[in-house]
């Protein structure tokens, strides 16, 4: 069995008359990657912040660590990192100042030097914080929540905003805390990201969690149609793809041929087929579903809020 570092049970939180968080409950295991995803309003900050203890919740029980979020706040707080959804600084301070200063928060710290050296910001080290492009910025907000070396470490949207480049760069330090044996929870709006990064993730809507489970999970229990598509002057092929137990449609728009089908042999099916026909294609390819159809199907595709 894993341990368990974060620990969610019939959590609801409201905001008068608004119900943010309606009931959730979850676990996340330690050196896991774990992502809460959901459309904008979905509840992932305020889940969040119970589970920081900045929040009380309505009702249910919250554990980090096996410790109370709200009672034990002195000691949470020395082992769980944080990096806030839309956080600022003063202007003109230093990144070498931000570190210091975080640094001098909490009674043991990692090297300073060495920590900014991981994340890529030593060339920064004498830079305003107001001169730092955004992904330098998510650097340093991961910098500052990693200082005290935590056990669990909180990232609330930390690469909304940031090209590509950067979005993997951060990708990868992301995996790098995992690989350290750290426990990451974080949201995302983004369903590559999610898919790519985390080991689990949770999908909340209107504040209570619809599904849990591997990314891979989730395709198979609700896309699982996989489809072939290429290209071949030969229309008589579709009739003898139609045939096969496994496929569940067929389709053409000029020379390009679309199959769907579901199961293991789906695709060996299709490539017997088509040698037995002795039919000629060009450009043939799979396309495998992806946690964003999944999120599209089980969220709705209407914008929230
Ligand atoms: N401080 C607050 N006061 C009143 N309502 C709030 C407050 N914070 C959040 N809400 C409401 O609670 C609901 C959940 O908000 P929350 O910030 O938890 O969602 P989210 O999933 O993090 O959204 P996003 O993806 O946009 O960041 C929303 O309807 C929001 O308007
Ligand atoms: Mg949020």
């Not at 769980?80 to 710290?109: F, H, N």
């Not at 991981?118 to 914080?129: C, H, P």
């Not at 769907?260 to 088509?274: C, M, S």
Request: charged share 25%; proline share 4%; glycine share 10%.
């Amino acid at each position: 069995m894993p341990n368990v570092v974060v620990e969610v049970r019939d959590l609801a939180k409201a905001y008068g008359s608004t119900v943010a968080v309606d009931g959730v409950s979850f676990e996340v295991h330690e050196g896991e990657i774990f992502g809460l995803i959901g459309p904008n309003g979905a509840g992932k900050t305020t889940t969040l912040e119970c589970l920081q203890g900045l929040r009380r919740a309505d009702r249910g029980t919250v554990r980090v660590l096996g410790l109370d979020p709200r009672s034990d706040a002195m000691e949470l707080r020395r082992r769980i990192g944080v990096q806030y959804q839309e956080a600022q600084l003063q202007k003109r301070i230093k990144v070498w100042e931000a570190v210091d200063l975080w640094a001098s928060l909490y009674p043991s710290v990692v090297d300073p030097a060495d920590l900014m050296a991981r994340l890529g910001l030593e060339s920064k080290r004498d830079a305003w914080f107001m001169t730092l492009s955004g992904g330098q910025k998510q650097r340093l907000f991961i910098a500052l929540a990693l200082i005290h070396e935590p056990d669990v470490v909180f990232l609330d949207e930390l690469t909304t905003g940031l090209d590509p480049q950067a979005r993997r760069a951060i990708w990868g330090l992301v995996t790098a805390i995992r690989d350290r044996g750290k426990t990451v929870f974080l949201t995302t709006h983004l369903m590559e990201e999610a898919e790519r990064l985390c080991d689990r993730v949770g999908i909340i809507e209107h504040g209570r969690l619809i599904e849990l489970g591997t990314p891979d999970e989730l395709v198979g229990r609700h896309c699982p149609e996989h489809a072939v598509v290429f290209e071949s002057d030969d229309a008589e092929i579709d009739g003898a793809l139609e045939g096969l137990d496994d496929v569940t449609s067929t389709s053409a728009v000029g020379t390009t041929h679309t199959v769907h089908g579901v199961g293991p042999r789906f695709v060996t099916h299709v490539i017997q087929a088509i040698a037995n026909q002795g039919v000629e294609v060009r450009n043939f390819r799979t396309e495998t579903p992806t946690l964003e159809e999944v999120f599209l199907k089980l969220t709705g595709h209407g914008i929230r809020d």
